[in-house]
């Protein structure tokens, strides 16, 4: 059997070797588009049963996901909802530990297949560039497609903007029901030539946006907004989520309610509903004299619009423990550590998950950004042990400061040298401070 095994992976590489580079990807996307196909065949094809509501973008499709999950759910729906954090069916919740956004093409059939068991009226969930590119969500029907936003991340797979644009447009060719998209966003003129089957809806701070922004109230524990759709129906908002980014994530899943016909009361009491998520803006420990979060961030948007949300709300300083993943797109190291260099008061430089890639080397792209930044070298601590990088900065923290550790978020294992170690950010800090 070991022989046959190895005489077909060698037979792979040859027809690799052999084969035009465009005939390989054709090959490849062949296979998985009939994996997929097979797959939900065995399952009885249940997405076909289901209303699907997809939400893409880089940053907020997490966030967006459960905002809309709890709107649904206050205006009496039975909802099924798969996120990078968490992983819900007819109310029932556990934490993704998959350390991926989308499970393998049979487990997510098996999700479907669950979720249609359960009679649900709709299924809400992520649907990632990696997951759209790699045909794992193949054949699944949508309801609504949702774009939160494009910023710089996976170059490292997609090679340039423009192909990573494009494979999550692929969410909107199919003519959804319904389109939402955030009109501040830089490529909404891309997305926006994508037609919808029945309604489209922008948001954001913009003038011709639909469902428009209007005041924010930013607070050390939530955060209020005012938003106005179509001219005329004003929103009175409040959420237990910091931060303006927030608001955007919170008015997507608000405008996606309002073209399902979902009751304004139920949205306002939906957004109310939500009150943490693991690994987004997460506060761990509740009687400290100064705060300790936990977020996901892990692309230079992303770092720097949460940066943004703890300066505007924290008295003190901004102390920040972060690194970057190994085998990943390598350029948008230094832009990340220009940003904290800009930002933050403090810095922690440590591991996140290094891979198969020596944390030395990414610890010194980082680096490499946070000197161009003056004074960026004088706030820097490097401390490679991430443990160890996040016990330093809870010692320093005094009255009034807001410690953030970002990239690992909700996880629960990292993967060093190819080795799979259990870990947990909001854990260790747990740990660390013997609180609960």
């Known amino acids: 059997m070991r022989y046959n095994i190895a005489m077909k992976q060698q037979l792979v590489r040859g027809v690799r070797k052999a084969l035009p580079k465009k005939a390989v990807h054709s090959l490849e996307d ?26 893409t973008g880089t940053n907020g499709k997490t966030t967006t996901v459960n905002y809309l ?57 992520e649907f990632p560039s ?24 996976h170059l490292d797979y997609h090679n340039t903007m423009e192909a990573y644009a494009e494979v999550k447009s692929r969410i909107f060719a199919g003519e959804p029901k319904f389109i939402v998209l955030n009109r501040d966003d830089e490529w909404f003129d891309y997305y926006n030539k994508f037609a919808a089957g029945a309604q489209k809806i922008t948001y954001g701070t913009h003038k011709e946006a ?9 607070y050390r524990k939530g955060t209020e907004a005012k938003v106005t759709i179509d001219h005329q129906t004003k929103l009175d908002l409040a959420t237990n989520l910091p931060g303006e980014f927030n608001v955007y994530n919170m008015t997507a899943a608000v405008a996606a ?37 936990v977020d996901y961030a892990h692309t230079p948007d992303g770092l720097e ?24 797109d390598k350029a948008k190291r230094p832009l990340m550590g220009e940003i904290a260099a800009r930002l933050a008061d403090r810095i922690f430089l440590t591991d996140e998950e290094s891979y198969n890639e020596n944390p030395d080397d990414i610890r ?31 010692s320093v923290a005094t009255k009034g400061d807001m410690v953030l550790i970002t990239g690992m978020g909700h996880e629960v294992y990292r993967i060093v040298n190819g080795k799979r170690i259990p870990w947990n950010d909001a854990e260790a800090v747990r740990d660390i401070l013997g609180v609960k």
């Open 69 to 125: 999950n709890e709107i649904l759910k206050e205006a009496g729906k039975t909802t099924a909802m798969f996120s990078t954090a968490t992983i819900e069916i007819a109310g029932k919740t556990r934490r993704n530990n998959l350390n991926a956004t989308v499970a393998s093409v049979r487990h997510m059939q098996e999700f479907f297949r669950d979720a249609k068991r359960a009679r649900v009226d709709y299924v809400v969930m």
């Open 130 to 153: 990696h997951a759209i590119h790699q045909h794992k969500l193949a054949g699944v029907p949508i309801e609504m497609s949702i774009m939160t936003n494009l910023t710089q991340d």
């Open 30 to 55: 062949n296979y998985r588009r009939q994996r997929a196909k097979l797959v939900s065949t065995r399952y009885g094809h249940p997405a076909r049963s289901l209303k699907v509501i997809a939400v």
């Open 257 to 293: 309610a309002y073209l399902l016909g979902i009751e304004l009361n139920d949205i306002v009491e939906g957004i109310a509903n939500l009150e943490e998520i693991p690994g987004r803006f997460e506060r761990v420990g509740e009687s400290l004299p100064y705060d300790v979060i």
């Open 364 to 394: 010194r792209m980082i680096d490499e950004g946070i000197q161009r930044v003056k004074g960026g070298s004088m706030k820097t601590t490097e401390i490679p042990d991430r443990r160890d990088a996040i016990e330093k900065a809870l």
């Open 305 to 328: 619009k949460l940066l943004t949300a703890a300066r505007s709300i924290t008295k003190n300083r901004v102390i920040l423990v972060f690194g970057s993943c190994g085998d990943r």
């Open 210 to 218: 639909e469902a428009k922004i209007e005041k924010v109230k930013l």
